[in-house]
């Protein structure tokens, strides 16, 4: 089964819901944007594409679990993403 979150943060169970349910949820909350080179990007979610295109804002660049860069506003080329998450805690 699958585990989502709406958008108040509530967490359910189910096969009902889909991957572009979760993407939808989670716009305009902060995520981490993990790409195929192992760099994390945290920020808030603006909005995605079919093509896993990522727009984010307050956009945060980590390498090794360590801040490297800030940036305001970034796009991210949907060929470089391994995953998408709501759990801020993770590390690299």
């Known amino acids: ?9 509530n967490l359910s169970v189910g096969v009902s819901k889909t991957p572009a349910d979760f993407l939808k949820a989670i716009r305009g909350r902060p995520v981490v944007v993990k790409l195929n080179s192992g760099v994390d990007y ?38 470089n993403v391994m995953y998408i998450s709501t759990n801020l805690s993770q590390t690299s």
């Open 1 to 9: 089964s699958l585990v989502m979150a709406d958008a108040a943060g």
């Open 42 to 79: 945290r920020g808030i979610l603006a909005c995605l594409d079919g093509y896993m295109n990522i727009a984010m804002e307050q956009t945060e660049e980590y390498q090794n679990g360590q801040l490297k860069n800030k940036y305001g506003d970034a796009f991210i080329r949907g060929n």
